[in-house]
């Protein structure tokens, strides 16, 4: 260990931009083995691992480093899979910069460990040898738990509950597991076919799926709770924020999910028709995407992706007051989109369908009280771009949860995300709680496992607590 003194870190090859920007697949090759030890070997051993503390799972990471270094990588992933249910999945889409390895002690003067490299590398390993396993849990138990939503924050959910013995079922409004991993993240950044592969160890594992079943639609919340003993609503946020100003109606101006769904059916196979119609595809058109966030990062490089003649995003603030990862942001320059920061769009031009955006400059004013700088307009610096397809990517919030589940007892916050107990995740209803996104709002893929993995804990507290009441009662 302690290598960082003589070796530079080096990440997995990247694909050159001219290559990857003609295709869908992820844009970094797989670690050789010995170039995953040998980063892994960089690591200091931190007494107080910052890279640790700054992962929503606590990850053991000095620990599966060393191992991997030592070439122990079946131990390896036994300590890396103890704490995250899709490492290698965290290990390609997290924002490493902004958690473990933004955090990381060498990065000062030297760089920092690779650490979502060498994650991935560990269990991408694990599936090639077989080490990864259906589980098996000691002891089945009578009590049943259903679980809406089959995005990661559900997905964990299920395996830490049936490790512990419940009989789950997963309910979800797609015909494909995943959530925002298969429908929302395009290829580039995370194949398909590696969240699809977790589809078959959850029905080895018994945990049964009922997909294109919509709840509060195709069968009710209060149906689900007479049939289920708890129930974990993890059905993430998807009402788009929309962008008002004239022409803001006219065709051509699409919302993001739209846009990306409709991608990713087509890659996935499925036959989509506003795809091969043209009406969300990119191809020959001038795009521009407004907003500066990882969904708009997706778009625009799905976009360059798909032939557009023209890809630039406009964003009202600057490249260090943007939301989205940096490296995310440097990923889309390399394969050809411009950035117009400091901008925001006014109005849509056009007649029968979107021809061009008429945008304003902007600059950065004083900091608000949450230390973030007010963005205002320039008088008479406004400019025209050109454009026949126009992509929304504002963000999201969620649907009206009480009356999508019919179910007015369910509280809101003021942010309409699901109002929980943040120690037991209960909702208003107790035998109903609540995880992910419905209740952060949009956030990360490894906020989600973090919470439904502590979700799954309270549940079965209560679970048990239920369990011994009514054997005192007997
Ligand atoms: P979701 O993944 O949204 O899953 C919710 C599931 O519930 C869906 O399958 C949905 O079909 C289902 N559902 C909803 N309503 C119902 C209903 N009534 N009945 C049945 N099922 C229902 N995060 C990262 O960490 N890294 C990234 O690079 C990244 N990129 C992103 C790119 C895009 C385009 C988007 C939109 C998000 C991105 N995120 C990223 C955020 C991340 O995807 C989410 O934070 C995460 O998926 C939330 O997980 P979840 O389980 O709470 O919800
Ligand atoms: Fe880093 Fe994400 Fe892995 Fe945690 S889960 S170690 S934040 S890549
Ligand atoms: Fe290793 Fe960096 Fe974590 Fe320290 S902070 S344990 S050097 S990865």
New binding site residues.
Partial sequence: MLKFVHLPQVMPEKRPAAQRSGDFHEIYRDFATEAAASQASRCSQCGVPFCSVHCPLSNHIPDWLKLTAEGRLEEAYEVSSATNNFPEICGR???QDRLCEGNCVIEKGFESVTIGAVERYITDTAFDRGWVKPIRPRRELEASVGI???????LAAAEQLRRKGYQVTV????DRI????IY??PNF?LEKSIVLRRADLFAASGIEMVLN?????DISLAALRAKHDALLL?????KARDIAGPGSGLPGIVP??QY?ITSNREGLGDAVPDFTSGLLNARDRHVVVIGGG??AM?CVRTAVRQGARSVKCLYRRDRANMPG?LREVKNAEEEGVEFVWLAAPEAFIGSDRVEGVRAVRMHLGLPDASGRQAVEPIEGSHFTLQADLVIKALG?DPENLPE??DEKALAVTRWGTLKVDHRTFQTALPDVFA????VRG???????IRD?RDAAAQIHKYLGQKATLAAAAD
Avoid: N
Wanted: some cysteine; charged content about 10%.
């Fill in positions: 889409i997290c924002p809406v939503g089959a995005g990661p924050g559900g309910y979800d409004r797609h995943g959530g925002l991993l929302g993240i950044k079943c919509a709840v509060g639609t993890a059905t993430g946020v998807y993001a999910l990306l990882d969904t997706d990862s999201f999508m589940f995880a992910g996104d419905i949009a956030s990360l893929v490894v906020w989600a439904g």
